[in-house]
């Protein structure tokens, strides 16, 4: 089984400050399949980025995925307020078919 | 409005059933893959189940097989999912979620509660 281990687990940072979220793969990951969630409380995940650097619909473009093989990134390049939330990466494999990663928070500084 | 909306779950104890229900509006369901995602309070998503668009190849997660059991019935645009022999460990959020390699289209999950 593919594991996902994002990293940090919290970010600390100011709003306009750039964030840099990692995701690593225990084995290589297609970038084809590797996405990543933003998730605010009580609401459930919303779909950023797909294909490891293609923005989803609507997205704003301070938002970036980049990667290749085991290891992914998602910057946001300057953080607005409602930026402050969980981050999922998760990829598509075989057995499990969807894996996520445990999560980063981005939480205000 | 493509929208999904969750529906069934609630207080259920140990070994019991519940049948969680996800209606799709907005888009034809018959023409997606589909997904059950939940994640449990305070921790993160665990896939669930998936089913092909015509129920042709089916997936569940080791923690769940043989236990639960996904469906759909195109037809009425909804998507199923049978929970038996239930335990403390499925208390989460379910969330069922569109797509094949990743998820554009979640709802807003259905609660289920595993207690004596």
């Known amino acids: 089984d593919i594991v996902l281990t994002q990293s940090p687990g919290t970010l600390s940072l100011s709003p306009g400050e750039r964030a840099t979220l990692s995701c690593r793969a225990s084995?290589?990951?297609?970038?084809?399949?590797l996405a990543w969630y933003q998730q605010k409380p009580g609401q459930a995940p919303r779909l950023l980025i797909y294909?490891?650097?293609t923005r989803a619909t609507g997205i704003p473009d301070r938002f970036s995925g980049s990667g290749s093989g085991t290891d992914f990134t998602l910057t946001i390049s300057r953080l607005e307020p409602e930026d402050f939330a969980v981050y999922y990466c998760?990829?598509?494999?075989?057995?499990?078919?969807?894996?996520f990663g445990q999560g980063t928070k981005v939480e205000i500084k | 409005e493509v929208q999904l909306v969750e529906s069934g779950g609630g207080l259920v104890k140990p070994g019991g059933s519940l049948r969680l229900s996800c209606a799709a509006s907005?888009?034809?369901?018959?023409?997606?893959?589909m997904n059950w995602v939940r994640q449990a309070p305070g921790k993160g998503l665990q896939w669930v189940s998936s089913?092909?668009?015509?129920?042709?190849?089916?997936y569940y997660a080791d923690s769940v097989k043989g236990r639960f059991t996904i469906s759909r019935d195109n037809a009425k645009n909804s998507l199923f999912l049978q929970l038996n022999s239930l335990r403390a460990e499925d208390t989460a959020v379910y969330y069922c979620?569109?797509?094949?390699?990743?998820?554009?289209?979640w709802g807003q999950g259905t609660t289920v509660t595993v207690s004596s």
């Open positions: 979620a569109r797509g094949t390699t990743m998820s554009d289209v």
């Open positions: 907005g888009f034809t369901l018959s023409s997606y893959n």
């Open positions: 089913i092909r668009s015509g129920s042709t190849y089916i």
């Open positions: 084995q290589s990951v297609s970038s084809s399949y």
């Open positions: 294909g490891a650097s």
């Open positions: 998760q990829q598509y494999g075989s057995s499990p078919l969807w894996t």
